[in-house]
């Protein structure tokens, strides 16, 4: 089975400050890792993705995530928060035949 | 060209109604998507076809039926819907990869109101 869990519904940060978006999976396998960001009224875009070569992920626009197989975990985090980056994020797994999205983590970035 | 394009940007009708959402890549992908999105809601799977040929039909209803005209095109007809399926409907694409989930790459979605 698979499962993704996104810890914080709603995250609120400054602008200019660090901004983590929590995520946690679950798979009999390993599997891969996605995160994608979607602005209202839009499509999702891809930040970044994982697929086992290397645990630190880089990503679009300054977002990078690391993958803790120990901690089961997929944080997506980035140095400083603009205010642009305010929107939903969805962690996704992607397996055989099989997609999982987490309920999505609004960010708020306050001026 | 890396983009998804979807028409019509938004559609209203009735539950008597028959509509066609559309939806266009260009990047040579051979699988398609289809999701609903209801508000504040994650996307949910629809249908996806890999290489023309549905290949996952999550349970949706027969009111709704997908068709894949070439690899370049995905069409979702719709007739007699309810109030209840008024949602963004998203289109994505992707390299085809034996089944497996890899990277989307996502339309701006068609709004879809039933009265």
């Known amino acids: 089975a698979q499962s993704v869990t996104q810890l914080d519904s709603h995250v609120s940060v400054s602008e200019g400050t660090p901004v983590l978006l929590r995520c946690n999976y679950s798979?009999?396998?390993?599997?891969?890792l996605f995160w994608y960001v979607q602005h209202p009224n839009k499509g999702l875009q891809l930040l970044l993705k994982?697929?086992?070569?290397?645990?630190l992920v880089k990503g679009i626009n300054g977002f990078e995530a690391e993958f803790k197989k120990s901690e089961t975990s997929f944080h997506l985090t980035k140095p400083s928060a603009h205010m642009s980056d305010a929107a939903e994020y969805f962690c996704?797994?992607?397996?055989?035949?099989?997609?999982?999205f987490g309920t999505g983590t609004k960010l708020q970035v306050i001026p | 060209d890396t983009e998804v394009t979807q028409t019509p940007k938004h559609l209203v009708m009735g539950m008597t109604n028959k509509k066609s959402l559309k939806c266009e890549q260009h990047?040579?992908?051979?699988?398609m998507y289809w999701y609903k999105q209801k508000a504040k809601k994650p996307p949910e799977l629809m249908f996806v076809?890999?290489?023309?040929?549905?290949?996952i039909n999550e349970s949706v209803p027969s009111r709704f039926s997908p068709e894949c005209p070439n690899s370049s095109l995905l069409n979702l007809h719709l007739h007699a819907l309810q109030p209840e399926d008024s949602a963004l409907y998203l289109c994505?694409?992707?390299?085809?990869?034996?089944?497996?989930?890899?990277?989307?790459?996502f339309g701006p979605g068609t709004r879809l109101t039933v009265l």
């Open positions: 076809y890999s290489y023309e040929k549905l290949s």
């Open positions: 990047m040579g992908h051979r699988a």
């Open positions: 994505a694409s992707s390299q085809d990869s034996s089944g497996n989930f890899d990277e989307q790459f």
């Open positions: 798979s009999s396998y390993s599997p891969s």
């Open positions: 994982y697929t086992s070569a290397a645990t």
């Open positions: 996704v797994s992607g397996g055989y035949q099989k997609v999982t």
